[in-house]
């Protein structure tokens, strides 16, 4: 006897709101490119400086086309971006928005995380291809926007915490830089991180580190006018590259996640790591377990692993793929396969867990 398989109930309430749920959904993701949008055309930063003002005031200010500027704004005011007072018929950004919106030196600076998940989203139909496929996508392969947006993301968390917080939370890392160390930044991008710890440490020399060569280019560029050339070098290289001198700091700023072989790129900082020194690892805030990151921010990260952090692992040798959120326990196996001894976790923010690893 085949048992008989029996529908379930479907609550008509609970389809409905989960419909108006998707609604929402669907609302959001075409806020993400709007906020881009209004950063770029730069509508933000003209509410911030006009206050209260009218469409024609917005595109005037701004030299763009009302029409525009009338729909983006009803649509920011739908969402709770700005305020709309009917009476005046003028739309206003809250101080809080602004913050948020306008200010590139807070750490709540938002636009970054809106760029990169446009460019990301934007190049989600390849990933179709290649989740079929079972191979990668390099993240050399995205467009300008997940660069950009990734670097506007992070560098104000970095500016608020790296040098003030996260580096003295490390054994004697703070001593050693002032006095005069040798660091490798690797996996650093467009070189925020590399250069913020150059500026603050001007005894030290630096070695910023990517596979990504455009990426690379920036980093000298941004290093020239930041005054710190002297002390900071960029290569062209990926992790298990690294070599030609030992260092007494080797960090890592959201990248290990992404690489094909953390592992070997772990051994690789094992080999190149003086008997005393230390290997900062920062990661997306993340727990061990899938039902700690049932949250907002383990939302997005996880979308952002599905769509950017995994193909880009997939893409390289081994293709391990840990994923974004793969959480301290995981990280720490990486590490001890490695043969190191020493693992804690001694800074966070809501984005990033900060971990310090020695032999």
Not at 19 to 46: I, M, P, Q, W
Not at 234 to 243: C, D, I, K, M, R
């Amino acid at each position: 006897m085949t048992d008989v398989q029996v529908e379930p109930q479907v609550d008509l309430d609970t389809l409905m709101a989960f419909v108006f749920r998707a609604v929402d959904e669907v609302g959001a993701t075409l806020n993400t490119a709007l906020v881009v949008l209004g950063d770029k055309l730069g509508y933000y930063r003209s509410l911030k400086a006009s206050g209260p003002t009218t469409p024609s005031g917005l595109a005037e200010d701004t030299g763009t086309s009302e029409h525009y500027a009338r729909e983006w704004l009803n649509a920011q005011a739908a969402g709770g971006f700005v305020e709309y007072d009917p009476a005046s018929g003028r739309y206003t950004l809250p101080p809080e928005q602004a913050v948020a919106l306008t200010d590139e030196s807070s750490p709540a600076f938002l636009p970054g995380l809106f760029q990169i998940a446009l460019g990301t989203v934007s190049d989600s139909d390849r990933i179709v291809e290649k989740a079929r496929e079972g191979t990668g996508f390099g993240w050399h392969e995205h467009n300008g926007d997940v660069h950009v947006g990734c670097e506007r993301f992070f560098r104000p968390g970095y500016n608020a915490h790296l040098v003030a917080e996260w580096l003295p939370a490390l054994d004697g890392v703070v001593d050693k830089l002032t006095a005069g160390a040798r660091v490798a930044d690797v996996g650093c991008g467009h070189g925020a991180s590399t250069i913020l710890m150059a500026q603050a440490f001007p005894r030290s020399t630096f070695i910023g580190s990517d596979y990504h060569a455009e990426s690379i280019a920036v980093a000298r560029s941004r290093a020239e006018e930041a005054g710190v050339a002297d002390r900071v070098s960029f290569e062209v290289t990926p992790a298990q590259g690294l070599a030609g001198q030992t260092f007494d700091l080797v960090t890592m700023f959201d990248t290990l996640h992404d690489m094909g072989d953390p592992v070997g790129a772990a051994r690789r900082v094992y080999d190149v790591l003086e008997e005393d020194g230390t290997w900062m690892i920062v990661e997306p805030m993340a727990g061990d377990r899938v039902e700690d990151n049932l949250n907002p921010v383990g939302r997005a990260f996880y979308g952002f692993s599905t769509l950017l952090c995994t193909p880009a692992s997939l893409s390289q040798e081994v293709g391990l793929a840990i994923g974004t959120q793969a959480g301290p326990a995981r990280i720490r196996d990486i590490t001890t396969t490695a043969g190191f001894s020493r693992f804690d976790s001694v800074a966070q923010t809501p984005f990033n867990r900060v971990l310090q690893v020695r032999r």
